[in-house]
């Protein structure tokens, strides 16, 4: 292409990479660039689809080139080029076409495409990136302790130990208890004791009836408040975050 004469360029119907692409960079740009090494050679790439093919497979076989499928989902913790080249690369891409627009006052056209792109390859793809990419999956040197493995951690909505309250709020309550205690005291009277444990929900609300009235509206965010009224007038309001357990004692 003009340009960039040395790259190799190619497409298909939906703009992404399909099994003949791949097959042709292997044969116009990968095995002629590995020719001189010593064999066999290790190419290593995701388990797309496109990579996994008869055709691939058999071609690399004929010419001594090991394909290594690195974990599925985990290209971002372990694949190099993600980890440096692709990066800088997007870098110093952004700061090209940038610059052509500021030359030319106008969007990048698809003539001056290939000539930029090249200018951004020879600033962003360099030795010392990629082999930081290599190190920084821990394929070379071989260290799997090198690897992030905080990039593999479950999504944050199947990690119950990081929930928040706004996650389980969203879940609604489904339980809470109570226990009502009745005892004599010194005088004769009778005491009442109210315990109510309620979980951590947005909005939950529970009235119960017990001797005159008892009476339990709760309304729980981060905190959860509690307000309760017995017998003629008895309020006792209680904040707390997880845990909610009021005590009232009413003399009748």
């Not at 003949?20 to 740009?29: N, T």
């Not at 593999?152 to 928040?164: E, I, M, N, Q, V």
Request: negative net charge; glycine residues 4%.
């Amino acid at each position: 292409m003009d340009g960039f004469p040395e790259a190799h360029f190619a497409k298909s119907a939906n703009g992404w990479i399909d099994s003949q692409i791949f097959y042709s960079w292997l044969i116009d740009a990968f095995i002629p660039a590995v020719a001189d090494l010593e064999k066999p050679v290790i190419l290593f790439m995701d388990g797309h689809k496109t990579h996994t093919s008869l055709d691939v497979s058999e071609l690399c076989r004929n010419h001594n080139i090991i394909l290594y499928m690195l974990p599925s989902h985990a290209s971002h913790a372990v694949q190099p080029l993600d980890l440096t080249t692709f990066k800088r690369l997007k870098q110093v891409w952004k700061e090209e076409v940038l610059a052509y627009q500021e030359e030319k006052s106008d969007t990048l056209s698809k003539k001056d495409f290939a000539r930029t792109l090249k200018k951004a390859w020879q600033r962003g793809i360099e030795r010392d990136v990629v082999v930081a990419g290599f190190r920084a999956a821990g394929i070379y040197p071989w260290d799997p302790d090198h690897v992030d493995l905080t990039k593999l951690g479950p999504a944050r909505l199947f990690d119950p130990s990081r929930l928040t309250v706004a996650d389980m709020t969203s879940k609604g309550a489904e339980t809470s208890s109570s226990l009502l205690t009745v005892t004599d005291t010194p005088d004769g009277t009778e005491a009442e004791t109210v315990t109510e444990t309620v979980p951590v929900t947005e909005t939950a609300t529970q009235t119960e009836t017990v001797v005159d009235t008892v009476t339990v509206t709760e309304t729980v965010a981060d905190t959860v408040t509690v307000t309760e009224t017995v017998g003629d007038t008895v309020t006792v309001t209680e904040t707390v975050a997880d845990t909610v357990t009021v005590t009232d004692r009413d003399s009748s």
